[in-house]
C-alpha cells in the first residue's frame, strides 16, 4: 500500500508559524509531484502548494509569499513552511502524492493533519 503520511499539525495563534512534514512509505515506479492541500469544514479541498520530481513548485494565491513548499527526495518527503499564518489557513492539510504504480499515474492521500489558527 502506498501511503502518505503527515505530521506537523497543532494550534499557533495569527502570524505564528508551522512546519508540516509529509513521509511516504510503499512501492511506487516513479514519484510525479507531491503537494498539498487543505479543507476547511463546510468547503471544497483546494490545493495550497505542489512540487513536481524536477523542483518545480505552485502555490494557490492566497499562500503565495507565506508559504514554501519544499521536498527530500532521498527520504521520500515533503514539507511545508507555513509562515504569517492567517484564521483562514485553518482547515485539515492532506498530503498527496501523485505516483506510477503498475503503469498507471494515481493520486495517493494522507488522513491529514489539523492546522487551527487563532486569532
Known amino acids: 500500500q502506498v501511503q502518505p503520511v503527515e505530521s506537523g499539525g497543532g494550534l499557533v495563534r495569527a502570524g505564528g508559524s508551522l512546519r508540516l512534514s509529509c513521509a511516504a512509505s510503499?512501492?511506487?515506479?516513479?514519484?510525479?509531484?507531491m503537494g498539498w492541500y487543505r479543507q476547511a469544514p463546510g468547503k471544497q479541498r483546494e490545493l495550497v502548494a505542489t512540487i513536481t520530481s524536477g523542483g518545480f513548485t505552485n502555490y494557490a494565491d492566497s499562500v503565495k509569499g507565506r508559504f514554501a513548499i519544499s521536498r527530500d527526495n532521498a527520504k521520500n518527503t515533503v514539507f511545508l513552511e507555513m509562515n504569517s499564518l492567517k484564521p483562514e489557513d485553518t482547515a485539515r492539510y492532506y498530503c498527496n502524492m501523485r505516483a506510477l504504480v503498475n503503469y498507471h499515474e494515481n493520486d495517493y492521500w494522507g488522513q491529514g493533519t489539523q492546522v487551527t489558527v487563532s486569532s
Open positions: 510503499g512501492s511506487w515506479s516513479r514519484i510525479n509531484a
